[in-house]
């Protein structure tokens, strides 16, 4: 399938890139940094060999989100949404951003995503996971009251917001003592970020702002398949296991979350997905660096779901969600025989934001 939009791709500055190294072996850290570090050269040409039109490109991870200090994630997350703006101008045919937010200061992230959205154009924020706050000896989730007022910034702005995982603190990651083989994308970054999904559904956050929409990576970190018994249980037991919010779960997974296909790449898992969730809000992802885009697209452009599915899956979903037009994302072919310059290319991208 040609023109595939991408948008869980990930890149690092220098002051990041080390909080990757631990997901690489000694021996693969040097690949792996490579390809953190790489917007332009080897990305582009991984897109242009399997389709991919387009990647909404995020920081690596935990980042911003791993730094106590407010001030320090403030300053972090700023330099980043304007590097990622910097890269985004040379290729915006190509490329869009999503930003990066000190979510350890609600208002100070609200403030940020405006600042990014209105003024960068990016098409909405990726954040990893809960933050760490100096003070504080827990995880910083955003169900809480505090965050309230972010939310309502981000319905306001009208852009989708990616939680995006990463791995429990020392002190709450017991149960994988001794196994450290069940860390990251094996299993802890899935559980992790199912329980804060799960949590601002039952948060009431939906009620109080219908139009968010929030994207969950990994074909929804095992949601789509646990929502029948997580419901089930609470109409039986309702009293005991009371939550605020007013309706059950899965209205609130149905409605409200977007999922991509980033590092699941099995045909029996987007099927169950799609039966759960719906075809229109499922979206294409590979997760480069940390997985390849050939095993992403070599199997999604050859899965076993109808043509239709696989054009929104692959495409029209992403567009419609994050506002791409037709005109806003050419193919590499259109751009190369097109006489319009870069420059007047830019300007209409603007307009596009603007109307």
């Known amino acids: 399938m040609q023109g595939k939009i991408a948008l869980e791709e990930h890149f690092a500055m220098e002051d990041t890139v080390q909080d990757s190294a631990g997901f690489a072996p000694a021996q693969d850290w040097i690949e792996l940094k490579a390809r953190l570090l790489d917007i332009h050269e ?35 997350s700023r330099r980043a949404n304007d590097f990622l703006a910097e890269q985004v101008a040379r290729r915006p045919d190509r490329f869009q951003g999503l930003a990066a937010l000190p979510m350890q200061d609600p208002e100070g992230a609200a403030r940020e995503l405006d600042r990014c959205v209105s003024t960068l ?13 100096a003070g504080t000896d827990h995880a910083i989730y ?29 002190k709450d990651a017991a149960i994988y003592e001794g196994h450290r083989w069940l860390l990251g994308p094996t299993w802890a970054f899935g559980q992790e970020t199912a329980v804060h999904a799960l949590r601002l559904m039952g948060s009431g956050l939906f009620d109080a702002y219908p139009n968010l929409q929030i994207i969950l990576g990994h074909m929804g970190e095992g949601l789509p398949y646990s929502m029948w018994r997580v419901d089930n249980h609470n109409k039986w037991m309702r009293t005991q296991n ?3 919010a007013q309706r059950k779960i899965a209205d609130y997974f149905r409605e409200n ?16 997905a799609m039966l759960e ?16 885009i050939d095993h992403a697209a070599d199997w999604f452009d050859t899965a076993t779901i109808s043509e239709g599915d696989r054009i929104k ?37 603007v307009r596009n934001r603007r109307a």
């Open 42 to 76: 080897r990305r582009l040409a991984e897109m242009d060999a399997h389709g991919i039109e387009l990647m909404l490109l995020s920081l690596n991870a935990p980042a911003v989100q791993a730094i106590p200090d407010r001030n320090r994630a403030l300053d972090l």
């Open 121 to 133: 154009g990016f098409r909405g924020a990726l954040v990893n996971g809960f933050s760490e706050l």
């Open 142 to 170: 955003y169900d809480r009251k505090e965050f309230w007022p972010f939310w309502a910034e981000a319905e306001r702005l009208g852009v989708p917001f990616y939680l995006h995982p990463r791995n429990p603190m020392a």
């Open 242 to 244: 009371a939550y605020p």
């Open 257 to 272: 979350f977007y999922i991509t296909t980033s590092g699941n790449f099995r045909t029996q898992a987007l099927i169950d």
């Open 277 to 292: 969730i719906g075809a229109d809000r499922i979206l294409f992802s590979a997760d480069w660096p940390f997985e390849n």
């Open 313 to 349: 899956i692959g495409r029209d979903n992403a567009r419609a969600l994050f506002g791409l037009g037709e005109t806003t994302i050419q193919s590499a072919a259109e751009q190369k025989t097109s006489s319009v310059s870069m420059e007047a290319t830019r300007e209409h991208l």
